[in-house]
C-alpha cells in the first residue's frame, strides 16, 4: 500500500549522524513536494522538513534548523534527510511523504501538514541514544 519507502534508519549516540533515504519511483508526477515527518511514542506525528517541486526551495522545523539538510535527487525520484548532531529527543519513526504539485499550486513554496501529503512510506526508526 505505501507508495515510498524509507531507508537508513538506525541506532546512533548523541552528537552523531544518519542519512536517510526515500525512493519514489513509484511516483510518476512530473512535479511533486516532498516531506519528512517523525513520530516519537505517545507523540502526534510532526513536521519535520520539505522540499518544493523545484527542490529550489527548503522548510525545517525550527529544532532541526542547521542540523537537517532535505535534498532531492529528480533524475532518480529519490529525497534524502541528512540528519548531524543528532540529540535524544531526535527519536522517532521517520516518515517520508510526497504530493503532487500542479500548475495552479506554483505559487505554494511548501507544504507542512500531513494531510497534504496523499503518499508515504512505511517509516524507519531512527533512535539516539545520550
Known amino acids: 500500500q505505501a507508495q515510498l519507502h524509507e531507508s537508513g534508519g538506525g541506532l546512533v549516540q548523541a552528537g552523531g549522524s544518519l542519512s536517510l533515504s526515500c525512493a519514489a519511483s513509484?511516483?510518476?508526477?512530473?512535479?511533486?513536494?516532498m516531506g519528512w515527518f517523525r513520530q516519537a511514542p505517545g507523540k502526534e506525528r510532526e513536521f519535520v522538513a520539505t522540499i518544493n517541486w523545484s527542490g529550489g526551495s527548503t522548510y525545517y522545523l525550527n529544532s532541526v534548523k542547521g542540523r537537517f539538510t532535505i535534498s532531492r535527487d529528480g533524475a532518480e525520484r529519490t529525497v534524502y534527510l541528512q540528519m548531524n548532531s543528532l540529540k535524544p529527543e531526535d527519536t522517532a519513526v521517520y516518515y517520508c511523504a510526497g504530493r503532487q504539485v500542479l500548475p495552479t499550486d506554483r505559487g505554494r513554496l511548501y507544504y507542512t501538514k500531513d494531510d497534504e501529503y496523499p503518499y508515504w512510506g512505511q517509516g524507519t526508526q531512527v533512535t539516539v541514544s545520550s
Open positions: 513509484q511516483l510518476t508526477f512530473e512535479h511533486y513536494a
